[in-house]
Nanobody, 126 residues
Framework: VQLQASGGGLVQAGDSLRLSCAAS????????MAWFRQAPGKEREFVAA????????YNVDSVKGRFTISRDNAKNTAYLQMDSLNSEDTAVYYC????????????????????WGQGTLVTVSS
């Protein structure tokens, strides 16, 4: 699976952005999808994940109520809708795909993800 992330940019605090992650291959619907982010000088951190069916999603506490992960299996694409952005959201955002193993429906550990996109930069000015 190859992943291509897009949609980043420079926005002001309070603005919204939608990131997209386009996947190649016909097995997209069998992968858990997630978004991670890495701010300058910090570790890459989990942001959100969505189950293979798209029926359940999980977010880190810092983005709950502001970010929404979704997927369209017919289009082989995952999305991250980001609202009420603030300066702490400034980071390179990466999408990731992980095979569902041992009955797991999602992961927050980046080591569980098999494929990564190249990252898209989101800069929020205050």
């Amino acid at each position: 699976v190859q992943l291509q992330a897009s949609g980043g940019g420079l926005v002001q605090a309070g603005d919204s952005l939608r990131l997209s992650c386009a996947a190649s291959g016909r097995t997209f619907r069998s992968y858990i999808m997630a978004w991670f982010r890495q701010a300058p000088g910090k570790e890459r951190e989990f942001v959100a994940a969505i189950t293979v069916s798209g029926t359940k999603a999980y977010n880190v506490d810092s983005v709950k109520g502001r970010f929404t992960i979704s997927r369209d299996n017919a289009k082989n694409t995952a999305y991250l809708q980001m609202d009420s952005l603030n300066s702490e959201d400034t980071a390179v955002y990466y999408c990731a795909a992980g095979a569902a193993r041992s009955g797991s429906s999602w992961y927050s550990d980046r080591g569980e993800y098999d494929y990564w996109g190249q990252g898209t930069l989101v800069t929020v000015s205050s």
